[in-house]
């Protein structure tokens, strides 16, 4: 069974109901935030098994500690080869003036007379990598990827379905930014290649640290962009880039300018933030109990630098750091919505697929029901458990997604257990194991089924084994 994406914040030791704050004081890329969560302590394993994964080629990546402003940061850095490369951290290059901008003129110029075969393509080719031990621009692909290319690329990696959902939002967010700024359908936007490849490796590699993390909630406060003019595949650009701000204007994110000439927020940056669903506000007091300092690339008056901090809100006295772990969610409410309809006209894809986007928009369950309607018609009844502040968006959703014309609402109380989550080590890895406290003091362990399932899997034994085996390290 799959995982939401609120499930997964859920399942692990790290979040122990701790809020991931983003502090784009100087931006956002995807490399940058890629950077900035391996500095947080995120599963870099993980993430190096799906890129692994990728049928993609054109690329390596890697990972170093550099300083930037006498600041120690982890940098994350694709590395494309001759045939990818796309100068994006080319200050000449962006900013018009230089060898490399003049080539680029030369061979727009040539290319003139097919550019209506490619006047949809990725607006950016984007944030993203060192050049060590490559050469500089050779020339550039003319292969194209749209939204269905890019959904099953990411289909295709190794990565769980919470981190998967991430990355097929994310994508999705970044397609209508562009499909509304040129003015097209959404499945006619074309990812250019040499956008496209670094675009993918960020995207996918974000979305496995984020679930990997698994925190309560993401809290984003503002993005702070610069202003002037940028280099992009058909010419010069404003900054802030057109997608980005129709990514801004969708999804509500707090935007400022600031005197720095340059373009500190990427559409992809943008994307990433606005999967996230974010939060604008910081609770009034809280403790930080990490903090992690990733790098960009491009050189501007403000120094390129991402931080994130894994915070816990303080309601009153504070609770120690080594009781973290045997605290309750704050994201496990008492009162919560049952939201319910009937269908009786729409196929089993339609209503598998209405099911996914809800739990990836923070639905706690979804069930469907057989049921009959009137005149003895077999139908489904869609039942979904949301806490309050989420029905709202919840509700829209079934209404885009299903038939129905009405959803009724059902307001309850339910008593939950104290809840704990802690991460295990086995003779085979890591395993996330959930630990509940009954009434009467004794105590239930449950293991993550997808961790010990991933484990049973790549060492070839039973998947009780391993389960067995995150039990035994639970209660030692």
């Not at 490369?85 to 962006?94: F, I, R, S």
């Not at 003895?376 to 968006?393: C, K, S, T, W, Y």
């Not at 309850?412 to 630990?435: C, H, I």
């Amino acid at each position: 069974m799959e995982r939401s994406q609120r499930e997964v914040a859920e399942s692990l030791a790290m979040g122990c109901g701790c809020a991931l704050y983003l502090d784009c004081q100087s931006g956002i890329a995807g490399d940058m935030l890629v950077g900035t969560l391996l500095d947080l302590g995120a599963d870099e394993v993980a993430m190096r098994r799906a890129l692994a994964s990728l049928p993609v080629e054109g690329f390596e990546i890697a990972v170093t500690r550099v300083k930037k402003a006498g600041i120690d940061c982890c940098d994350f850095a694709v590395l494309l080869d001759r045939e990818h490369e796309n100068h994006d951290h080319d200050m000449a290059y962006l900013h018009g003036t230089g060898h490399a901008a003049h080539e680029h003129e030369h061979e727009h110029e040539h290319e003139h007379e097919h550019e209506h075969e490619h006047e949809h393509e990725h607006e950016h080719e984007h944030e993203h990598g060192h050049r060590h031990g490559y050469e500089g621009h050779h020339h550039h692909h003319h292969e194209h990827r749209g939204p269905a290319d890019i959904a099953r690329i990411i289909d295709a990696a190794d990565m769980t379905a919470g981190a998967r959902a991430l990355a097929h939002r994310t994508f999705d967010i970044l397609a209508a930014a562009e499909a509304k700024a040129h003015a097209v359908p959404i499945d006619q936007v074309h990812f250019h290649e040499v956008g496209a490849v670094d675009s993918i490796v960020d995207i996918v590699a974000a979305s496995v640290l984020l679930d990997s993390l698994g925190v309560s909630r993401v809290i984003v406060p503002v993005l702070v962009d610069g202003h002037g003019t940028v280099r992009c595949q058909h010419g010069i650009i404003p900054v802030p880039a057109p997608a980005t701000l129709n990514i801004c204007i969708a999804s509500g994110l707090p935007l400022q300018q600031v005197d720095v000439e340059g373009e500190l927020v990427t559409p992809t940056g943008a994307a990433l933030v606005a999967a996230l669903d974010p939060q604008a506000e910081l609770p009034a007091r809280y403790v930080v109990r990490q903090v992690g300092m990733g790098v960009g690339k491009r050189s501007y008056e403000r120094p390129s630098l991402l931080r994130a901090l894994l915070i816990q809100e303080v309601a009153g006295a504070e609770a120690p750091a080594s009781e973290c772990a045997r605290q309750v969610s704050d994201a496990t409410p008492e009162q919560i919505v049952k939201l319910e309809c009937d269908i009786d006209d729409s196929t089993p894809e339609v209503l598998a697929y209405a099911a996914d986007r809800l739990r990836e928009a923070g639905a706690r369950e979804v069930h469907w029901l057989p049921i009959y309607t009137k005149k003895g018609r077999p139908a489904f009844q869609l039942q979904v458990i949301a806490v309050l502040e989420d029905v709202e968006r919840l509700e829209l959703i079934i209404f885009r997604e299903t038939s129905t014309i009405g959803i009724r609402r059902v307001n309850m109380d339910r008593t939950v257990l104290e809840r704990s989550f802690e991460r295990v080590q086995t003779p085979w890895g890591a395993v996330s194991v959930k630990r509940a406290v009954l009434p009467d003091g004794s105590e239930r362990i449950a293991p993550e089924l997808d961790d010990c399932a991933a484990l049973a899997r790549r060492e070839g034994i039973p998947l009780q084994q391993v389960m067995d085996a995150a039990r035994l390290a639970s209660r030692a």
